[in-house]
């Protein structure tokens, strides 16, 4: 039976997230956060969809070289600059990645990295390094909120849900964060989604249940017909809730 719950991207064992406002846009109000952080306690099993414009943001190409080993240990988003089509993307890119690794202890390999808002202006890297050792202090079990309204461009209201489901016997957690409210169209419109979980799954299972999941769910919508250059779903599986691991097709994949 699945039942919804609270927490969004924190509903899940072992994930923390925080939204912090750091100045990406240039006057930006002081009370939109503009910056968001998600990190798991332990690896986790990761994949993606991607956008199929054939123009992408420098995000999108670091997210699918550091997914290529399937593993992850976090997120990094920022909304304001999309940082594509501009000068220095990709170095400004994998400096945000650099910064976040260096906040939280990790490696810049083990990030995710998504950017939203303004195409074709060079991003103030500056200033999300500056914050990003705040957005990792404030990291916490009930920043979901905060970081869904991070990732918010010109959408009306935040959008974050989680659900519990049991799997082999154990309680298994999902939750998530997206944006989206222009340019959206089939094979990934101008939206970015965040998904984490504690269930035991492979890479290999993970990345089957994304594509069939998108394939009838966010591949349908369409608002005005355009798609973007940074969209992105992403789910992360840290295996905390300790089920069996989900290694094929059985009735395990198919609750999940």
Not at 17 to 44: F, Q, R, T, W, Y
Not at 109 to 131: H, M, P
């Amino acid at each position: 039976m699945l039942k919804e719950i609270s927490g969004g991207v924190c509903a899940a064992k072992g994930f923390t997230a925080s939204g912090i406002h750091c100045g990406v846009k240039a006057g930006s109000s002081p009370d939109k956060n503009d910056l968001a952080l998600i990190l798991s306690e332990k690896e986790c099993a990761a994949a993606a969809v991607y956008t199929l414009n054939r123009v992408k943001a420098a995000p999108i190409y670091v997210t699918m070289d550091h997914l290529e080993n399937g593993v992850a240990w976090g997120i990094v988003a920022n909304s304001g600059n999309a940082n594509a089509c501009c000068p220095m993307s990709h170095e400004n890119a994998q400096a945000m990645c650099e910064a976040a690794a260096q906040a939280t202890g990790r490696e810049a390999g083990d990030f995710v990295l998504a950017s939203t808002g303004v195409i074709g202006q060079t991003i103030n890297i500056g200033a999300i390094q500056a914050g990003l050792p705040q957005a990792a202090a404030a990291l916490s079990a009930d920043g979901s909120d905060r970081a869904a309204t991070a990732i918010m461009t010109t959408d009306t209201v935040k959008k974050e849900i989680a659900v519990c489901v049991e799997i082999g016997g154990r309680e298994v957690k999902i939750g998530a964060i997206a944006k989206g409210s222009g340019m959206i169209h089939p094979n990934m419109g101008t939206m970015l989604a965040f998904v984490t979980t504690d269930c035991a799954i492979t890479h290999e299972m993970l990345s089957e249940a994304l594509h069939e999941v998108v394939a009838r769910t966010f591949n349908r919508v369409t608002v005005d017909g355009d798609t973007s250059t940074n969209d992105m779903c992403v789910v992360l599986a840290n295996g905390m809730a300790g089920n069996a691991q989900i290694e094929w097709k059985d009735e395990d994949f198919s609750a999940f």
